[in-house]
C-alpha cells in the first residue's frame, strides 16, 4: 500500500478538528477538495475513517487507529526529510545560528581556516527559532539565549548567558571543532567569554 502523505495531512487536520470547514481553512484549501482528498484516502485504504450525520463528523474506530498511527509516521518523515537535508550539507557546508549583540566573525574565520572549502552561513535568529532552527534541521549550530529546553542538545557556556549550542546527536568534524575549541574561537558578544564546559 502506498500512502500519499499528502492526503494523510488532509486526514490529520480533519481528525483533530472534527469539522471539515474548518479543516480546509487551517490547510488553505476549499472545502469540496478536501473533502475529494478524505474521500480517496478512504477508497485506498479501503476503510471508512469518519461518520458524517447532522450531529456532526466523528471518528470510526479505525479513523481513531489512524489518528494515532499517522502522527507517528508523519513525525517520522519529517525527521527523516531533515536528516536528508542535513547529511547532504555535511561536509560542504555548516549554518550557525545568532542572536542580534552576538559576534560571529571570528568563528566563521576559524572554521573558514579550519575546513578550507567549507561554506559557512551565518543566519540571525529570533528567541523562538535559535533552538527550533536546530531541532528542525534549519540550523547546524547556534549561539543562544538562555532560557531554553536543553533536552537532546550539547550545550557550551560561552558567557553569562549566551552559549553554543547543537544537537546531541550530531557528528560531524566541523561540530566537534566547535565544541571542542569554542572558547578558544572568539568573542561572542562584548566580553570575554566565560570559561565552562559542555553538557
Known amino acids: 500500500m502506498d500512502l500519499d502523505l499528502r492526503r494523510l495531512r488532509h486526514f ?12 480546509a481553512e487551517t490547510l488553505h484549501l476549499a472545502q469540496p477538495a478536501l473533502s475529494r482528498s478524505v474521500a480517496a484516502l478512504e477508497r ?10 447532522r450531529a456532526g463528523t466523528s471518528l470510526t474506530p479505525a479513523g481513531k487507529l489512524l489518528h494515532d498511527e499517522a502522527r507517528v509516521l508523519l513525525r517520522s518523515t519529517d525527521a527523516l526529510q531533515r536528516r536528508l537535508v542535513v547529511a547532504a550539507r555535511e561536509g560542504r557546508g555548516v549554518t550557525i545560528g545568532f542572536r542580534p549583540g552576538s559576534v560571529v566573525t571570528a568563528m566563521v574565520r ?35 539565549l538562555r532560557p531554553f529546553n536543553e533536552q537532546g542538545l550539547t550545550v557550551v557556556e560561552l558567557t553569562d548567558h549566551m552559549c553554543l549550542v547543537v544537537e546531541a546527536g550530531r557528528d560531524s568534524p566541523v561540530l566537534r571543532e566547535l565544541v571542542r575549541n569554542a572558547h578558544a574561537i572568539g568573542d561572542y558578544c562584548g566580553a570575554p567569554p566565560k570559561i565552562g564546559g559542555a553538557v
Open 110 to 144: 576559524h572554521l573558514e581556516q579550519r575546513f578550507p572549502g567549507l561554506a559557512v552561513t551565518t543566519v540571525p535568529t529570533s528567541e523562538a527559532d535559535q533552538i527550533a532552527g536546530l531541532r528542525d534541521g534549519r540550523l547546524d549550530a547556534s549561539l543562544a
Open 44 to 53: 485506498e485504504l479501503g476503510v471508512k475513517l469518519f461518520d458524517r450525520s
Open 12 to 23: 490529520l487536520a480533519v481528525a483533530d478538528t472534527l469539522n471539515f470547514g474548518r479543516a
